[in-house]
């Protein structure tokens, strides 16, 4: 079956220093890959995706994902954290199965807490 | 990307009533999700509303539970039926939208529910 791993609950960064954000999967075929993050009492805002390509894909606000398909990981990342990016991420995959329309399978999600 | 409103933005219920979640798009879409996310959990998928035809639902959800309509391409409500405090959740809309050579997500700002 279809899944995605986010093992961490949470992660807490100081400020200026770089995060990573993991991200397991499991699926059938070739996956696409997505980071959505979620601040307090919003809707998802979508990060960065990975379709086909390069490994290293770049996002928004400067957070960028390394798909790496050895490893079945898509872990997010940036240089230098602010304050600003404490949040909840969510790692998703579209269900290959799902015909041709985009059926998301999240993760848990992983809040984010970066310290002054 | 796409600008998606959701009414009401949240509300507090009494078990054994129903609510009507409406979901609203700036543009014609062809596919309406909608997803719930329920307390410190990661977002599920409830149903897939076409317009013109019966939404189709996940395993788990059924349709005298959560009734979808999709009148035309820029508008979906949802309803809640039947409430219980186990449906208290973040109810949120998400669109398909062409983007490059893959379809992306996007999503409203949820709607919180309450269900005393």
């Known amino acids: 079956a279809q899944s995605v791993a986010q093992p961490e609950d949470q992660v807490n960064v100081a400020e200026g220093n770089p995060l990573t954000v993991k991200c397991t999967y499991s699926?059938?075929?070739?996956?696409?890959l997505f980071w959505y993050v979620q601040y307090p009492n919003r809707g998802l805002q979508f990060l960065l995706k990975?379709?086909?390509?390069?490994?290293l894909v770049k996002g928004s606000y400067g957070f960028e994902a390394e798909f790496n398909k050895s490893q079945t990981s898509f872990h997010l990342k940036k240089p230098s954290a602010l304050v600003s990016d404490s949040a909840l991420y969510f790692c998703?995959?579209?269900?290959?199965?799902?015909?041709?329309?985009?059926?998301?399978?999240f993760g848990a999600g992983t809040r984010l807490a970066v310290h002054p | 990307s796409a600008v998606i409103s959701q009414k009401p933005s949240r509300d507090i219920c009494q078990r054994g009533t129903s609510l009507t979640i409406q979901c609203q798009v700036d543009?014609?879409?062809?596919?309406m999700f909608w997803y719930r996310q329920q307390p410190g959990q990661s977002l599920t998928l409830i149903a897939t509303a076409n317009q013109g035809s019966e939404a189709t639902y996940e395993s788990g959800f059924v349709i005298d539970k959560f009734p979808i309509s999709r009148p035309n391409l820029t508008f979906s409500t949802l309803t809640v039926s039947n409430m219980s405090p186990e449906d208290s959740s973040i109810y949120l809309c998400s669109v398909e939208r062409i983007s490059g050579a893959y379809n992306e997500q996007f999503f409203g700002p949820g709607t919180r529910l309450t269900v005393l």
């Open positions: 990975y379709i086909t390509g390069d490994n």
């Open positions: 998703a995959v579209r269900d290959p199965l799902s015909g041709g329309y985009n059926k998301l399978i």
């Open positions: 699926v059938s075929g070739n996956p696409y």
């Open positions: 543009s014609q879409v062809t596919m």
